[in-house]
């Protein structure tokens, strides 16, 4: 394993195969992998609409995952704090973001704590808003 400790979040609306694969491929990497799983208010406040599965059931169901050691509520965006709380080696995130003015910034505050971040391949064809999408058009 590289790493002692990983961190990843998300909403994890309508859990499906990205999520797992995402959850997978960072255990993968870490001796502990804690996750963070995005509040029903913070998503709103985020995206402007509400999750369809409900913050209390996604923790549920993200906390009943093997891959996953620990689940946190994450009620805000300051990731900093996490990591230096939980002395967090390495910060998992979809490859959509690399290269992102937000991400780049993250790399090098995560850099000066010794946290490395790592881009996990994005599942394709699957997301909570295809979901959605879906969901809408069957209606």
Known sequence: MKYKIGYTTGVFDMFHIGHLNILKKAKEQ????????????????????????????????VSSIKYVDKVLLQNDMDKLKVVKEHKINAVFVGSDWKGTPSWENYEKQFASLGCD????????????????ERLNENE
């Open 30 to 61: 870490c001796e502990y992998l804690i996750v963070g799983v995005t509040t029903d208010e913070l998503c709103y406040a985020r995206k402007n609409k509400m999750p369809i599965i409900c913050e209390s059931d996604r923790v549920e169901i």
């Open 117 to 132: 971040v790592v881009y996990l391949d994005h599942t394709d064809g699957i997301s909570s808003t295809i979901l959605r």
